[in-house]
């Protein structure tokens, strides 16, 4: 039966969304110069302790961020998501940092980790920030609930601007597919002219879309990848470290090891035995 008397502005979920955010900790910092964080879990097997998210905003200076997929420096207005287990460092840069990180879990939505954004901080965001913060440390069941409300609205809003930022990138798909082939050839040695010609780009063109979608060099992408290889082969197979090694195309052992080293702060053996694996060295 229709009623003459009412106007109804009415919406249906038709996608049935359900997420929620368990989140873990918020914090706002002012580090100086001389700050660096450490992690220790990246050294760790993957557990529920360790299995969450960061959101990572830069609000003044400079930070950079260490994990065990790459480097990522992190300027004013500049955001990224980074998982806790692979962190080994944030450090401040020469001017300080002023910077916040909201650690959560989130159940059925997929943030787009390792991958620096510019974002302008609008004042709402500030100010949730700061009401998390807050509210978290009442230690108020409502409260708590309250400051996942915050969190959670944050990351959509921030993912949605991510999400507009990466669907007017014209070189996605390039890219994507640039990575892939870099996946599934993991053990050979690449040429920026070969990867550049996958795109039917110039190698200047190539290597300028390269480090502005990825953050940085192919070459230091190919690294990264190979050593990430190298990390899971060490704590998960009993392979000597030489064959590792050659198996991803690293000039010799020692260089093998000195790459390793510089992102992951241990050597290949170190890390091997904190991973429990004791295979050959």
């Known amino acids: 039966m229709t009623n003459v008397n009412v106007t109804d ?13 368990n989140l873990v900790s918020a914090y706002i910092s002012i580090a100086k110069p001389s700050f660096k964080g450490s992690y220790n879990d990246y050294k760790k097997a ?13 609000i003044k200076g400079c930070g950079k961020i260490v994990t065990t997929k790459g480097e990522y420096e992190l300027k ?21 940092w002023e910077f916040y990180t909201v650690w959560f879990r989130i159940n059925n939505f997929k ?8 974002i302008p901080l609008s004042d709402t965001e500030r100010n949730s ?3 998390i913060v807050w509210l978290l440390n009442t230690n108020n069941y409502i409260n708590c609930c309250k400051a996942n409300t915050f969190a959670q609205s944050i990351i959509l809003d921030v993912h949605s601007k991510i999400n507009d930022y990466s669907d007017s990138s014209p070189y996605e798909e390039s890219m994507k597919k ?56 060490l704590s998960s197979s009993s392979m000597q ?18 790459c390793f080293k510089k992102i992951y702060k241990v050597t290949p053996s170190e890390f091997r035995h904190d991973s429990g694996m004791k295979g050959e060295r």
């Open 9 to 21: 502005k009415y919406g249906l979920n038709h996608q049935e969304i359900n997420i929620s955010t």
């Open 46 to 58: 993957l557990c529920w302790q360790n299995d969450f998210v960061g959101y990572v905003r830069t």
């Open 76 to 96: 004013e207005n500049c955001v990224i998501f980074v998982h806790y287990q692979s962190c080994i460092n944030f450090i401040a840069g020469e001017d300080g």
């Open 111 to 118: 943030v787009k980790l390792d991958q620096i954004f510019e």
């Open 129 to 131: 920030m700061e009401s």
């Open 178 to 233: 640039v990575a892939l082939y870099i996946s599934q050839n993991i053990d050979k040695n690449f040429l920026v002219a070969d990867l550049a010609e996958l795109c039917s780009f110039s190698k200047n063109h190539f290597f300028k879309v390269f480090k502005q979608f990825f953050k940085m060099s192919p070459k230091a992408y190919i690294r990264r990848e190979k050593l990430k290889k190298a990390a899971f082969l």
């Open 241 to 258: 470290i030489e064959a590792i090694a050659e198996e991803l195309s690293f000039y010799s052992p020692a260089h093998f090891s000195n």
